[in-house]
């Protein structure tokens, strides 16, 4: 049973400039929520090759190597996905030996204070070697990123991967279905709503919904407003997890006029929050792409 899963960072998570390759923030993102076969929360953590010092491996040989790794892992944007960092991310400086020695690992298990086996962690790499160790020495379970140039890999794109580990994990867990569907369907610009299995056909139906943007007369405060339009469709799940599909991104000309019509009821009734006071029963707020969204606020105007 996986119960830890181990990343390493540079070409893996981010690139040689150690900037995040496309979607590993939706999939890190993703795997906060997933949980094991028996319904604990999955464990994660970074191990990566860094600066060996030299014997002996005090603490005050080790913490300004440690320091320095962190602060690179600051400039990626990723630490948040592994805080705590002194016990979510463990460098072969701590071990004194480099990957793919089992030492390595072992003490990353120790200070993720977890009891696992390493037959029941999952170790993602882009290194073949390393994998080819973990798996076949260490009794690992493996994934493989794929490497510029590389003929052979388990996944080039980290929008497909929270769907294969939550096939080595547990294919019936529901909250790991959802997950891996929610970072499918980010890379396709589609926000999921929800996802069901149904049944064993490896079918899973699907409702999401996109962002378009409105044009409301008379309104130059809700100008480049965008609104939330449903869309639903199937994915399938191959014998590896791996999802196939997608839902549409292009609302009809159905959708776009009821879309307008709403907004514009809306704005006319004085409903949208724009700084002026009053009751609303909705709100505006920025994304992290910067688009003005209309969100519906959590209470009901009097």
Not at 288 to 293: A, F, L, V, Y
Request: hydrophobic share 40%; with cysteine; net charge negative.
């Amino acid at each position: 049973m996986i119960s830890v899963v181990m990343f390493d960072l540079g070409e893996t998570l981010v690139d040689a400039n150690r900037r995040p390759f496309p979607h590993v923030r939706e999939a890190l993102t993703a795997l906060r929520g997933f949980r094991t076969a028996d319904s604990r929360p999955l464990m994660s953590c970074l191990v990566s090759d860094y600066k060996l010092v030299a014997p002996p491996l005090t603490p005050d040989r080790i913490r300004p190597v440690f320091e320095d790794y962190i602060a690179k892992l600051d400039a990626t944007g990723l630490r948040e996905f592994f805080e705590p960092v002194d016990q979510r991310v463990t460098l072969s400086t701590h071990a004194g030996v480099d990957k793919p020695d089992r030492a390595v690992f072992e003490l990353a298990l120790r200070r993720l204070r977890s009891q696992a086996s390493l037959q029941e962690c999952l170790f993602i790499t882009e290194n073949a070697d390393h994998i080819r160790a973990a798996r076949d020495t260490l009794g690992m379970a493996t994934l493989l990123f794929k490497a510029p140039g590389a003929a052979e890999f388990d996944f080039d794109d980290w929008s497909k991967a929270p769907a294969l580990i939550a096939h080595l994990i547990d294919r019936g867990q529901p909250d790991n279905l959802r997950g891996a569907v929610q970072a499918h369907l980010a890379a396709q610009g589609v926000e999921m709503v929800d996802a069901q299995a149904t049944g064993p056909s490896g079918k899973v139906q699907v409702t999401g919904r996109v962002w378009h943007k409105v044009s409301v007369p008379g309104h130059p405060e809700l100008n480049d407003l965008h609104v939330a339009v449903p869309v639903q469709g199937e994915l399938t799940r191959g014998r590896s997890g791996e999802l196939a599909g997608k839902l549409p991104t292009e609302p009809d000309k159905e959708q776009l006029d009821e879309a307008d019509s709403y907004v514009r009821s809306l704005a006319t009734h004085g409903q949208i929050e724009t700084g002026a006071g009053g009751p609303t029963t909705h709100a505006i707020e920025t994304d992290e792409q910067g688009r003005r969204k209309l969100v519906r606020r959590r209470f009901t105007a009097v």
